[in-house]
């Protein structure tokens, strides 16, 4: 937070990184083969069910060293999907990000968390609450 509080120009990449470590879609969809397809050389067959899961492949330890520490800078990532189905709200939801943590820190350089942070979990993941008091 003190590096972001310094450098504002760093909150893009700050929010990208997020995005990567904890993303709002990190769970997964169902999709169904229409084919036999190898992946990894593994065969899916046709009319298998697998999920698909943004989480797990930001976090894949063969594309990211060290993929559980945030880390600025880092390649992209697949927090808003790939191709076909990529979030068409994911240059408004970046925008957010960048506003809201630009605020938050130019009002309040000085943060501390009040309270543990409390997830919802749904087909959208996200805080259900996330309580922060100024720092004395």
């Known amino acids: 937070m003190r590096s972001l509080a310094d450098s504002p120009i760093l909150i893009p990449e700050a929010v990208e990184e997020l995005l990567r470590h904890d993303g709002p879609f990190a769970l997964g969809v169902s999709r169904v083969a229409t084919s036999d397809v190898v992946i990894g ?8 069910q697998v999920t698909v899961s943004p989480g797990a492949a930001n976090r894949d330890p063969s594309r990211y060293s060290d993929p559980d520490v945030l880390q600025l800078g880092r390649d992209p990532h697949v927090a808003f999907g790939h191709g076909v189905h990529y979030c068409v709200g994911a240059r408004l939801a970046r925008i957010e990000g960048e506003i809201a943590f630009g605020t938050l820190l130019r009002r309040f350089p000085e943060l501390a968390l009040a309270a543990e942070p409390e997830w919802r979990e749904s ?3 996200g805080l259900g609450s996330f309580r922060v008091r100024p720092k004395p």
């Open 41 to 48: 050389g593994v065969t899916i067959p046709e009319s298998s």
């Open 123 to 125: 087909f959208i993941r």
